[in-house]
């Protein structure tokens, strides 16, 4: 054929040659290469060709047969024919559709066997290593490699005649509003956020969390293969994320929240709580605050007794009215970390409120960040503290440091006294606004141990709280029952103390309502709901 004339019909099929070569294909590379190929076959077969009746016919039975070439001598290495499973189908018509289909079901039944078999399965049939050499490489007798090519062969049989289904969670994955915990997070200070804001960790750990599933079916509810996540859920295993039960299957301990609420159970529950707080308010808070106010050896900045004595107020409220509900044991629900971290950890997901049109009579918010401890370090110096909306500190946990303390302890003992070698630690005592510009002090502080400090604060009077008690059990037990099975003996257990930390602040904020306290500076916000304990006070 004239070059003039083969050069017409190549340019009117070189866009078709294209598009067959992009549905053969599984990447932008590899469809260049193979049109690049078959362009290269038809135009050399027209300049050679004489007379042909079936342009279209020939142009394509070309490009079937450059197709056919190229898969027996590539695309075997990449894993697509396989003992039994049958070699890439001829077809003399451009429609392949089938075909594309097998080897993508192909590739990904591979993707679906474990990771020993995939390898052998990798270095016999991609790479055409001779079974003796797999199994010198892999340290296993021949007969196990020969055995686990057969066991692969019989299960990715039975897998193409699967039907795999993508999962919820591929379709619509969880996305979390907070991830909190409820501990030690360890001497990296690596909480649960470092290891959940990674999507498809959070994810991962959420596929486990209403029923225990396996590393398939992890990856079958996301939507991914297995070699995709495996080592994901190794490294959240490592870290106590995700915990293998019987059948090689993982559950979690990590306590998500509910994916709906009801805005009125939420107000009916705010509601006890908030009944609770005003019994409180009226027979036992004023005993607390006498105490506190009979403390003498005690510094307040500024001279604000207010501040010690509100602190003491919220301190006996969590910790002294904890009542006969001891609840469920919650040691097993602790993550413990390879880097230190020993807490419970918890994700508030978004969540779709199932009657939103309800008028919420409770809309306070309560948000809060502890309490917090820290210490004893280098002095023995310890501190107990409440972020809520009543303090103006920022960074929460985070950025409450042990050290704060302890370069607050060096500064009022007169350690710090050359400001440019310890420059750092007075511009961090600054920054935390714990020493004002004046030179002042803004922590208040306690001269003894949280033990001592709690001692002398009262319990409340037998037979006060145990409405209130028998009140959250029930309520415990009713919300446990939106969560499943392992994690409801730890919803009981935060639930049914009669009073916590969202009843600690209706109570505070009744005390500010009616005048008993009196409203803070933004100087006084900084040591709101803030205790530091030491063996001396500030001269």
């Given amino acids: 054929m004239e070059k003039k004339k083969a050069d017409i019909i190549i340019t009117e099929y070189l866009q078709k040659i294209y598009g067959f070569a992009y549905k053969k294909s599984?990447?932008?590379?590899?469809?260049?290469?193979?049109?690049?190929?078959?362009?290269?076959?038809?135009?050399?077969?027209?300049?050679?060709?004489?007379?042909?009746?079936?342009?279209?016919?020939?142009?394509?039975?070309?490009?079937?047969?450059?197709?056919?070439?190229?898969?027996?001598?590539?695309?075997r290495n990449e894993g697509v024919s396989i003992d039994s499973v049958g070699d890439i189908a001829y077809h003399e018509r451009f429609d392949t559709g089938e075909a594309d289909e097998e080897l993508i079901r192909l590739r990904r039944e591979i993707a679906f066997l474990s990771a020993s078999r995939r390898d052998i399965v990798f270095r016999f049939y991609y790479k055409n290593e001779p079974i003796r050499e797999i199994a010198s490489r892999l340290?296993?007798?021949?007969?196990?490699?020969?055995?686990?090519?057969?066991?692969?062969?019989?299960?990715?049989?039975?897998?193409?005649?699967?039907?795999?289904?993508?999962?919820?969670?591929?379709?619509?994955?969880?996305?979390?509003?907070?991830?909190?915990?409820?501990?030690?997070?360890?001497?990296?200070?690596r909480d649960a956020s470092y290891y959940l804001s990674d999507k498809l960790n959070l994810n991962i750990v959420y596929a486990c969390y209403i029923e225990p599933r396996n590393l398939n079916e992890i990856a079958e509810e996301l939507g991914v293969t297995?070699?995709?996540?495996?080592?994901?859920?190794?490294?959240?295993?490592?870290n106590g994320f995700l915990v293998r039960t019987k059948g090689d299957r993982f559950t979690t301990y990590v306590c998500f929240g509910p994916r709906t609420y009801s805005r009125e159970q939420l107000d009916q529950q705010l509601g006890r709580k908030q009944k609770v707080a005003e019994k409180l308010v009226k027979e036992y808070v004023p005993a607390v605050i006498k105490a506190a106010e009979s403390?003498?050896?005690?510094?307040?900045p500024g001279g604000n007794?207010?501040?010690?004595?509100?602190?003491?107020?919220?301190?006996?409220?969590?910790y002294k009215c904890t009542g006969k509900n001891k609840g469920p044991d919650r040691s097993k629900y602790f993550i413990k970390t390879t880097d230190g971290g020993n807490y419970i950890a918890s994700v508030s997901l978004e969540c779709e409120c199932t009657d939103p049109e309800y008028k919420m009579k409770n809309n306070g918010s309560y948000v809060s960040c502890g309490g917090m401890w820290r210490g004893p370090g280098k002095y023995g110096v310890t501190s107990w503290s409440?972020?809520?909306?009543?303090?103006?500190?920022?960074?929460?946990?985070?950025?409450?440091?042990?050290?704060?303390?302890?370069?607050?302890?060096?500064?009022?003992?007169?350690?710090?006294?050359?400001?440019?070698?310890?420059?750092e630690k007075f511009a961090r005592l600054a920054e935390r606004g714990y020493v004002g510009k004046d030179g002042g002090i803004n922590v208040t502080i306690f001269k003894g141990t949280?033990?001592?400090?709690?001692?002398?604060?009262?319990?409340?009077?037998?037979g006060l709280l145990d409405e209130a008690a028998s009140l959250a059990l029930e309520s415990a037990v009713v919300e446990a029952k939106r969560y499943p099975p392992q994690m409801q003996d730890l919803i009981v257990s935060y639930n049914s103390v009669p009073?916590?930390?969202?009843?600690?602040?209706?109570?505070?904020?009744?005390?500010?309502?009616?005048?008993?306290?009196?409203?803070?500076?933004?100087?006084?916000k900084v040591a709101a709901n803030l205790i530091m304990f030491s063996d001396v006070l500030p001269e």
């Fill in 499 to 524: 009073v916590d930390t969202v009843c600690a602040l209706m109570a505070l904020d009744i005390l500010y309502a009616d005048g008993t306290f009196k409203p803070l500076t933004e100087k006084e």
């Fill in 26 to 75: 599984f990447s932008y590379d590899e469809t260049e290469e193979l049109a690049s190929e078959m362009t290269s076959e038809v135009y050399k077969s027209l300049l050679a060709a004489e007379d042909i009746y079936n342009i279209e016919g020939y142009v394509w039975r070309i490009c079937e047969h450059t197709y056919a070439r190229y898969v027996a001598s590539v695309k």
């Fill in 386 to 423: 409440l972020d809520t909306r009543y303090d103006s500190r920022k960074g929460g946990w985070e950025n409450n440091l042990y050290t704060d303390y302890e370069y607050l302890y060096e500064y009022m003992t007169g350690k710090l006294t050359d400001k440019k070698v310890n420059e």
């Fill in 450 to 462: 949280e033990s001592a400090f709690r001692d002398a604060l009262p319990s409340p009077e037998a």
């Fill in 139 to 189: 340290d296993l007798p021949e007969g196990t490699v020969k055995w686990h090519l057969n066991k692969a062969r019989n299960e990715l049989k039975e897998g193409l005649k699967m039907e795999r289904k993508i999962g919820s969670l591929g379709i619509n994955p969880v996305k979390a509003r907070e991830i909190a915990h409820d501990g030690n997070p360890g001497g990296n200070n």
């Fill in 226 to 238: 297995p070699v995709f996540i495996e080592d994901k859920v190794n490294f959240l295993e490592s």
């Fill in 295 to 300: 403390v003498k050896d005690v510094y307040v």
């Fill in 305 to 318: 007794r207010q501040l010690f004595v509100s602190a003491a107020v919220m301190y006996a409220l969590m």
